[in-house]
Structure formats: C-alpha cells, structure tokens
C-alpha cells in the first residue's frame, strides 16, 4: 500500500476539481470556489477515503473515493440527524462528524498493519 | 538484471539477451498500463467537467453565491430550500416549526431527513446559502451516481463503461432535467445511494464490508424510501436470477445480506417508526393506482423518447442483448441492474404510480449500460484491437453531440425573483415569530412553497375567490382562501410507537372563506405579467385597506407592497366590503 502515491493523488484531484470548478463557475470569486471545493473534501472525500482504506487490497483507489464520497454522505446524513435530535445544533456537526471518520479510518488501517 | 548473479545460475549469451527482451516488454506493457491508466483519469475528469457544466453552470447564472435564489422552478424545489432553510436556523429536525404546522409546537419533523442534513452541513462549511448549496448538491450527487454506474460497467468491460458515459449527460437535458429543476431532490439523494449500494453488493464477501453497505442502505431509506424498497426488490431478483438460472444459492452473500439487515433495522428504526406512522399511514395505501399515464404529483414525465431515436435505438438494442446475456445466465450486475430499474420506471402501468415516474429520472445512469454495449458490438466488427485513446475520444465527442444538441437554451433565474426574495426575507427578519401574513394574487403564487419562505403563518387568497369577486366587482371582507400547512395530517407522539394526528382529530380545515382582518401583514404583487386586472385589484384592495386607517405600509420595492395590521379585528375592510366603480 502506497500511502505517499494515494496522497499525492488526492492532492492533484483537489487540484484539478478545484480548475474544474472554477471553470464552471467562472464569475464566481476565487475564494468562495477554492472553500467550496475545499468543504467538499472535508465533508465528503477524506472521511470515506479514510474509512475505506480498510479494504485498500481488495478494491482499487477510483472505486474507494467513489465508494467512500457515498459512504461520507451516507455517515453525514444520518449522524447529523441524530446529533441533532440529541440536541446538538447542526452548525457543529461538520467538525465532529468528518474528524471521527478520519479517526476511525486511521485506526482501523493501524490495527489492520498490526 | 540480466546480468550474471552470484549464486544459482549463469545466463548465457542467448539466454541474457531472452532476458532482456522479455524485460523490456514487461517494462513496456507496464508503460502501457500507465498510460491507460493516466487516459483514463483525464476521460473521467473531462466527464465530470462536462457533466458539472451541463447541469449547473447556466442554472446557477456560472456563480455559487446569489442575491436570490437561482435554478427554482416549482413548488416542489421550494419546499426543499425553506426545510434546509429551517434547519440551518433551528439546528435539528425533531419537529415541524408551528408556522408550518397549525400552530403546533408538538408535530414530529416526518420529512425525508437525509438530503437536507446534507446540504446545510454543506452550507456551513462552505460559507455559502443553504439555496447555493442545494441545487449545487444535487447536480453533484447526480454526477457522482454516474461516475458510480461506470465503475459498475467497468467490473464487466472497461471498453463499455467508456462508451457509456455519453448517455450519463441526458441526466441534465430535455425531461430528465426537470428532476432537478422541478424538484424532485431528495429522489435524487435517494437514487445516488441506491447506485452506491448495488456497486457495493458486488464486494459483500469482503470482510466487515457489510457495515458500510448498511449503512448506504440506510441511507437510502432516510433519503427517499420509496428507493429503499426497490433496492430491496433489487436484491431479490439477484438472488433470484442466481438460483433460477445458475441453479446456486451463495449462502455466504446471504449471511452478509440478513446482517446487513439487522444493522439497517437498527441504523433506521428511529425514522422509520416516524415514517410509517406518517407518510405511509397517510398516502401510502392510496398510492398505488392501476394504469397510471400521468403523474398527479405535479412534476414532469420522462419517456423513453427523451434520448431521441438516435439514441433510444442502440440503447433498445443494447437491452436486447442484454436480456440475452441474463437468459444464457452471463449476464453482469450492470445489466442485470439496468433491466431491473428500466422496467421499474415502467411500474406505472401496474399500480406503482408517482414512484415508478421517478425513477425514469435516472434512467440516463441505469440505461448508459445498454448503449455502452450496442457500441462495443458494433466496434468490434470494425476494430480487431481496441484502441483505449480511440474509444476515450469517440466517446467524449459523442458525449458532447449530446449535450450541444440537447441543452435548454436561456434558462432563467426560476420562480424566485429578487423582489419577492427580498419582501420574504424582511418579513422573516422584520416580524414577530408569530405574526399571521396573508397573501393576495401573486402570478407565481399557485407554487406556493413560497409562501413558506418567510417562516410565517401564511395564508392566501385562492385564485378562483378572486377572479368571481373581480367579477362581481366586489372587495369583500372574506376572501375564499387557502391556510398553509406542510401536510395534510400533522402527526404527533403520543407514545414511541403511537401516534395522533391533530389535522384530523381536530377536523382543521386548510381551505374556507377567512376574515381578512384578522391577520397582521398583507402582501400586495403591485404587477402581474399574465393578469394586469387582478394586480390592479389588488391595489384597488391596497387602497382600501390604507384608507381603513389601520394598516399603513411597511415595505415596499418595484413589486411588492407589504401593509401591516395595527389593530387586527377591526374593519381594515368594511363588513359590507366595497362596491368598485
């Protein structure tokens, strides 16, 4: 498992959604477009893409981000209602949420080496 | 490496020069390996570009962030904005707000949750209005569904998965674009897991990898239930198919299968008491209808003939060729998956109604398949060996014929103007919590989510009371008017698992003839561009109402007058009304 080849891929993704993005949305301020896509991966690219490192062996990297996108939103929707039903205020939740999958995806990769 | 080494063996001079070779074109397939690797990425990208562009670019006038809302064109599209709108506020879903509900405060938040909790996390993180980040999110989710059906193709033949991706941009053109522009979001959001959670079945013998598929699946469920159960028949028929005409049974994706079950039972209970005590109690049994043609949902259908016969012909053709794959039993996943939601878009007939509608929505990802195939036969009989680079091109040119030929022209901002958005939101910010608005004729007011925007106890004047006091030429001091609540029943908790609901136990009536002085804000469209006789009634009533002495006017702009009530129950009207001249 090449961590480093993994990170720099998702690094010139960013990059490249970001140019994307900016292309699409072109009248848009540079900074609101660089946030936008930044909140993207926040929300709904690292968490799955570390959650799914688990299974790095048996599936290959452009089916872990897709799988992992959907698996973050998945996690996010449904945390996020029930954080919120148990009182606490969604405008917390972005940073709770995305920082426990990361967590938990880590650790298990970790215990997994072990 | 090809050298002499210490040890085991020497090669010779022929042997070495074996060796070499042998390396240089392991070295040389590795560099193609690479290289269509690298291809690849750059198709999938473009792709993504192309597809982001086609369906949010003009709709979203190429900004993220707006004065007023862009890219609403219905009632059902507003509902989803003011119920992100009014979490981002309160911060959680567990009910109703009473301006929504009657005046209840104890009405349990019964709305499909998932979406919604996506995008306002969306919105605070990005800094952006929860109306920025929703279309933008479900444009977004339908690009990634699609990228989702192509590495379900890929799984059976890369070469089809390239040239199925032209299809994917009819998710943003004629009928099917109507999903996002009429909205039918959380359809949407409930699609994309759908997709994710079929991709997923294909690897449930992995270890532990039942966790994440239940969860997908539960998300399903919260996003729109009516995917839930056809994931659900989805996975029957695979099984099905498996035992029927492979004659085998995998008893290990069956275990994984029912634990999935028990996690999706335990992720989802909370909502899904909430739901079948709702939604279901409410329109679920009425839902179904025999030979349904037309949708009575208000939104658009979307037909077979949308791709356009150059088009619909190979995708026909394809599906024919894939039948026969599932009958000589080697048919994949993509096609068996496509087969399944083609026909359920076609349900309709049979008693599924509205559900099976909007599924056709999706049908540019499902059916992508079918046209991926009826190319690759075709490029077979021309091409001995496929050429990844030829295939990426003729594809992403094919993908831009679509989008070219097919694309709305001038779309324009939506139901939302600036004017109305701007008098919504000073009553939001201006007015107390409680205050009773009420509107008089407004062009788009028959979409009356709107209504809903500024977080007020909203009632309005219904069209046909109108058009006979203008004909009468009457302004009367009771309107036939319509009071707006968010559904039909307003379900309480009187117990975990029991429920009542006030609509009926108390026998509200949303539709009577009302005292218009009873309220305390009147908002007046000073224009119409359809019907510049009930604008100029409405001024007419304006009129009246100032001259009462007990309202005076509290906002205005090019369009809109806003009046407010200093002594609600007094006559603002007279009680005989007034004769127009």
Redesign the interface.
């Known amino acids: 498992m090449n961590y480093r080849k993994e990170i720099s891929v998702l690094a010139t993704l960013f990059i490249v959604l970001f140019i994307i993005a900016k292309i699409v949305f072109f009248l848009e301020n540079f900074f609101v477009v660089l946030r936008l896509v930044a909140s993207l991966f926040w929300l709904f690219v690292l968490p799955g893409y570390a959650i799914m490192l688990y299974w790095n062996e048996s599936l290959d990297l452009p089916k872990r981000l897709l799988l992992g996108f959907a698996l973050s939103a998945a996690v996010l929707g449904i945390s996020s209602y029930y954080l919120g039903i148990l009182g606490l205020h969604i405008r917390y939740h972005l940073f709770v949420i995305p920082t426990a999958m990361i967590i938990l995806g880590i650790v298990l990769e970790v215990k997994k080496k072990k | 490496m090809c050298g002499a080494r210490s040890g085991s063996f020497r090669f010779g001079i022929g042997q070495a020069s074996v060796c070499r070779l042998l390396v240089g074109l392991r070295i040389g397939f590795l560099g193609d390996s690479l290289k269509r690797e690298h291809l690849e990425s750059v198709f999938?990208?473009v792709l993504?570009?192309v597809l982001?562009?086609t369906g949010?670019?003009a709709l979203?006038?190429?900004?993220?962030?707006h004065s007023s809302p862009w890219g609403y064109f219905a009632s059902d599209a507003i509902h989803n904005l003011y119920q992100s709108q009014n979490?981002?506020d309160v911060?959680?879903?567990?009910y109703v707000l009473p301006y929504i509900a009657a005046g209840y405060a104890d009405v349990v938040s019964y709305m499909l949750?998932?979406?919604a909790?996506?995008n306002?996390?969306?919105a605070?993180?990005?800094?952006?209005a929860p109306s920025d980040t929703l279309m933008?999110l479900c444009v977004?989710?339908s690009v990634?569904s699609a990228?989702?059906m192509y590495?379900l193709i890929k799984d059976y033949n890369g070469t089809v998965a390239l040239l199925s991706a032209p299809i994917f941009a009819f998710l943003f053109l004629k009928n099917f674009y109507t999903a996002i522009t009429w909205g039918q979001l959380t359809y949407l959001a409930g699609s994309?897991?759908l997709i994710?959670s079929v991709?997923?079945l294909r690897?449930l013998k992995?270890k532990?990898?039942f966790v994440?598929f239940a969860?997908?699946v539960?998300?399903i469920f919260?996003?729109h239930t009516s995917e839930f159960f056809f994931f659900l028949g989805f996975v029957v028929v695979y099984l099905l198919y498996d035992l029927l005409f492979k004659k085998t049974l995998n008893l290990t994706l069956v275990k994984k299968l029912a634990l999935s079950a028990v996690l999706v039972s335990l992720?989802s209970f909370?909502?899904m008491v909430i739901f079948f005590n709702s939604y279901y109690a409410n329109y679920g049994p009425s839902s179904f209808k025999w030979f349904t043609v037309v949708s009575d949902a208000g939104f658009r259908i979307a037909y077979l003939s949308d791709f356009g016969w150059l088009f619909l012909l190979p995708i026909l053709v394809g599906f024919a060729v894939s039948l026969y794959l599932i009958f000589k039993k080697k048919a994949h996943l993509s096609m068996l998956f496509a087969s399944f939601m083609l026909f359920v878009g076609l349900l309709n007939y049979i008693g599924i109604g509205n559900r099976s509608f909007q599924t056709r929505f999706f049908w540019p990802v499902y059916l992508s398949v079918f046209f991926g195939i009826f190319l690759y036969q075709c490029l077979k009989l021309f091409m001995k060996r496929e050429n990844s680079l030829f295939v990426s091109i003729a594809s992403l040119a094919i993908l831009v014929f679509v989008v070219i030929s097919f694309q709305a022209r001038n779309l324009d901002q939506g139901l939302l103007n600036p004017y109305h958005w701007d008098a919504y939101q000073w009553l939001k910010s201006d007015t107390p919590t409680a205050a009773r608005v009420y509107f008089f004729y407004g062009d788009t007011f028959d979409q009356n989510a709107q209504l809903l925007i500024p977080a007020r106890f909203a009632t309005y004047a219904m069209n046909k009371g109108i058009a006979q006091n203008l004909n009468d030429m009457i302004i009367p001091r009771d309107f036939f008017s319509r009071f707006l609540v968010n559904a039909e029943f307003l379900p309480y908790r009187k117990s975990f698992f029991s429920f009542g609901y006030h609509l009926l136990e108390e026998n509200i009536s949303t539709e009577h003839l009302v005292d218009v002085c009873n309220y305390d804000y009147y908002v007046f469209d000073k224009s119409s561009a359809y019907y510049p006789a009930l604008a100029q009634y409405n001024l007419a009533i304006r009129q009246v109402m100032l001259g009462s002495g007990f309202t005076e006017e509290v906002y205005s702009n090019e369009l809109v007058s806003i009046l407010e009530n200093m002594q609600p129950g007094k006559d603002c009207i007279p009680k005989e009304g007034v004769k127009l001249k």
Do not use: Q, T
Not at chain 2, 60 to 65: A, E, G, I, T
Not at chain 2, 124 to 128: E, I, N, P
């Open positions: 999938l990208l993504v570009g982001l562009w949010i670019a979203y006038d190429y900004r993220l962030s979490l981002y911060g959680n879903w567990k949750p998932m979406l909790h996506l306002v996390n969306l605070y993180a990005s800094g952006l933008f977004l989710l990634v990228l989702l590495i994309f897991f994710a991709v997923l690897h992995e532990g990898i994440p969860i997908l539960s998300a919260l996003a992720i909370y909502y």
